[in-house]
DNA sequence: TGCTGTGAAACCGTTCACAGCT
DNA sequence: AGCTGTGAACGGTTTCACAGCA
């Protein structure tokens, strides 16, 4: 048995086939799957058994030799592994139709995360609510409110030329990491993560698929 | 001078290092540029000039030894490789949050695609317009009206369950290409390029890096 | 026997460094 | 002289294949 394995790396896109084992997993324990092996795992969801195990062996040994993985036991060690075994407190900047749509999703405030807050600059917005009732503020506020609220972390739902200014405000409330839809990308910032993730780029690949057939 | 060089990979990185490139030229153009070298581009947007050259050579040859990368030339090629040099159209499967903020969005309805329509379960919205006037219909239609609307690329925005039916219903209209948000993976559907994106994979890719530090 | 965990091999993408064109 | 385009070196990730444990 090995002290905790070695978590030198975890690139990417480990990062996101953790997500996708997370999700996987959730199913087989809805559907009342108590155990399962790795290339069952890689068979019903089309991944691969040998990556599987090594991207759980990058955390542990996770696993049970000749048995496989204890479906409940795999599902509480990943979220562990991604910290999501905690809430952690979310604002969005913008409540235009994106930010609200973030705000109200399910995904955005399932396990992990609580959406506590919408900023925007539209004196019309703010002090309203979204569908499933966040509070609207005044972005002027966001480095006091983000601090009170105890956000880790922001999204950026705004247009393109607030982006910058946005995310230093939220950085300067404390947050340490941000998500950014806004078509800019938002410079590095100290003890900050910043993820610039501009959605028209999933349109333009598939476009830039479309043209080379 | 080479005969259109070799597109044997194009990878998903590549492809997304063509669309921030993209955006970068875009920025320069407006700003009058009209010359750069690859150097000065990977130093200005942090970069890294080799990749570009290598990006780029891909594709044939774009610059001038000596010199660097004509601006508007450069920008046009880029939006030819991407096949944003015509205009694609684009459906919407559930006018949501989501799907309807897809439909108003700059991003969506910019240079190179169109969004022509929105489809919906509910009753109650279909008939319905999104801000900017995209009509609502009934998601029942999907087959018939998408493939008389010329769709190519389609985005799904519904529930998880409702998500691959809905798939297979844009292929069946003809659609070319896939978005999906839904947190399920749509399978691989034949002669359909099908992209799985679940937005809060990256959060939770956020809540990962920040669980280890 | 059956499966995990893991070194070793194969593969792929990135970076380097320079030949060659302008 | 300056910068592109590109073969070669490098580093990282994926896949293979098996030793070792239940």
Same mark, same amino acid.
Do not use: W
């Given at each position: =048995?090995?002290?905790? *394995?070695?978590?030198?790396?975890?690139?990417?896109?480990?990062?996101?086939?953790?997500?996708?084992?997370?999700?996987?997993?959730?199913? &087989?324990?809805?559907?009342?799957?108590?155990?399962?092996?790795?290339?069952?795992?890689?068979?019903?969801?089309?991944?691969?058994?040998?990556?599987?195990? !090594?991207?759980?062996?990058?955390?542990?040994e996770f696993g049970v030799r000749g048995v496989g993985y204890h479906v409940t036991e795999l599902m509480?060690?990943? !979220?562990?592994? =991604?910290?999501?075994?905690?809430?952690?407190?979310?604002?969005?900047?913008?409540?235009?139709?994106?930010?609200?749509?973030?705000?109200?999703?399910?995904n955005f405030n399932g396990e992990g995360f609580t959406v506590a807050a919408l900023f925007d600059v @539209?004196?019309?917005?703010i002090g309203g609510r979204s569908r499933t009732v966040v509070l609207i503020r005044d972005a002027s506020?966001? #480095?006091?409110?983000?601090?009170?609220?105890?956000?880790?972390?922001?999204?950026?739902?705004? #247009? %393109?030329?607030?982006?910058?200014?946005?995310?230093?405000?939220?950085?300067?409330?404390?947050?340490?990491?941000?998500?950014?839809?806004? #078509?800019?990308?938002? #410079? %590095?910032?100290? @003890?900050?993560?910043? !993820?610039?993730? @501009?959605?028209?780029?999933?349109?333009? *690949? &598939?476009?830039?698929?479309?043209?080379?057939?």
């Amino acid at each position: =048995m090995s002290e905790k *394995g070695r978590i030198e790396s975890a690139s990417e896109a480990t990062t996101l086939r953790l997500s996708l084992l997370l999700r996987c997993v959730r199913t &087989l324990d809805a559907a009342g799957v108590r155990t399962i092996s790795s290339s069952a795992l890689a068979e019903r969801f089309g991944l691969n058994s040998a990556q599987i195990r !090594k991207d759980l062996a990058m955390f542990g040994e996770f696993g049970v030799r000749g048995v496989g993985y204890h479906v409940t036991e795999l599902m509480s060690r990943l !979220k562990e592994v =991604m910290g999501l075994d905690r809430t952690r407190v979310v604002v969005i900047v913008g409540a235009g139709n994106l930010g609200q749509a973030l705000a109200d999703s399910r995904n955005f405030n399932g396990e992990g995360f609580t959406v506590a807050a919408l900023f925007d600059v @539209d004196g019309r917005k703010i002090g309203g609510r979204s569908r499933t009732v966040v509070l609207i503020r005044d972005a002027s506020g966001i #480095p006091v409110d983000a601090q009170q609220i105890g956000a880790e972390i922001g999204i950026l739902a705004v #247009p %393109p030329d607030a982006a910058v200014a946005a995310a230093e405000a939220l950085a300067r409330g404390g947050v340490r990491a941000i998500l950014n839809f806004a #078509p800019v990308t938002v #410079p %590095p910032i100290s @003890d900050v993560i910043v !993820k610039n993730m @501009d959605l028209s780029f999933f349109l333009e *690949g &598939l476009s830039f698929q479309l043209a080379r057939m």
